[in-house]
């Protein structure tokens, strides 16, 4: 089947919202709303991705614990059939997060069970992975990029913040790489730049088609050798829980469907707009005939594009 294939943790977050301001040490403050939901990760892209009718395979961790129940639920309710890669007797195999959201930003609190829960067999990673038409990786599968490329899986990796981020860790991936989507704090920490555009510039050695995702200040790309920006769309910011997996979906949506990078992009900037609308990952929904309205509203374009692989897709 054509799909679009995902592994990771989960990742299930408690989130204090609507909070005055982010409390100091020693301080007790309230919110005005709290709330259990699925977080970000392969977990949360890929819901978005089904929820654009995206056939997707997912891989994650579960247990029997009350998060596992939690998680398992949850993806019941989306649709999403999976693929358990546990293979320890973890109870709850997820990262748990505490987040708690005011109008300036967002701070959290993470706990992750230790590696030794989440040992899984390489091969069976790769077989996971090896009938999809794209793979979306995280760093930790960067070994996977290779040969997946080599068995004619599209290569979508994404970025996540680490103080050891480096060039040193992607040297021998990027040849394998397609789409890398770091947004801009993540971009000028792996290559040591000052702004976004020179950690554009530094990636456009390695990479094909860089991107490099600005928040507010719209999204980065250079092709034929120009700097190309795709503004963000003026919405009514919430919380930015969700909103680079939001993003992801829609980028990897426009993929799957063969649009130029540019609408691909676009795709992602409304996704991932929309997803700051309200607090948590996967609270403001999308679907594919709202995704290609609001396309239509604000680029222009004919919706029918896609309808030639969707056939493609039922034979």
């Known amino acids: 089947m054509n799909s679009v294939g995902g592994f990771g943790i989960a990742n299930v977050d408690i989130i204090f919202g609507n909070a005055d301001r982010m409390p100091k040490l020693g301080e ?3 919110s005005g709303y709290c ?5 970000g990760g392969a977990v949360a892209t890929l819901i978005q991705l089904s929820r654009l009718g995206i ?3 997912l891989a994650t961790y579960i247990g029997e614990g009350l998060l596992s129940k939690f998680l398992k639920k949850e993806l019941e309710k989306n649709k999403i059939e999976f693929t358990n890669m546990l293979s320890s007797d973890e109870e709850d195999p997820v990262t748990l997060s505490c987040v708690v959201s005011c109008k300036q930003d967002r701070g959290i609190v993470s706990y992750k069970p230790g590696e030794a829960a989440f040992i899984v067999d390489k091969k069976k990673v790769y077989e996971f992975y090896e009938s999809c038409e794209i793979a979306f990786l995280s760093l930790e599968q960067k070994e996977l ?7 004619g899986c599209m290569i979508v990796l994404d970025s996540a913040w680490n103080d050891m981020l480096s060039m ?29 555009v020179e950690a554009l510039e530094r990636l456009s050695e390695y990479l094909k088609n ?6 507010n200040a719209g999204c980065l790309y250079k092709a034929d050798k120009k700097i190309h920006v795709v503004e963000s769309l003026p919405v009514a910011h919430v919380d930015s829980t969700g909103a680079g997996d939001a993003f992801a979906a829609g980028f990897m949506y426009g993929l799957y469907y063969g649009y130029a990078l ?16 309200q607090i948590g990952c996967l609270s403001a929904e ?19 594009f896609n309808v030639s692989k969707k056939q493609e897709d039922t034979l």
């Open 286 to 304: 999308m679907d594919e005939e709202k995704l290609l309205r609001y396309f239509c509203e604000i680029y222009g374009g004919d919706i029918s």
């Open 35 to 39: 709330s259990k939901q699925l977080g």
């Open 210 to 215: 860089p991107i490099v995702k600005s928040g």
């Open 55 to 57: 056939p997707v395979k």
């Open 262 to 277: 540019e609408d691909c992009i676009r795709f992602g900037n409304i996704t991932g707009g929309n997803a700051v609308t």
């Open 168 to 196: 040193e860790w992607y040297y021998d991936t990027f040849p394998y790489v397609d789409y890398f989507i770091p947004n801009s704090m993540e971009a000028m920490k792996i290559t040591g730049a000052d702004t976004p």
């Open 28 to 30: 007790e403050i309230y």
């Open 145 to 151: 990029c290779k040969p997946l490329k080599e068995s």
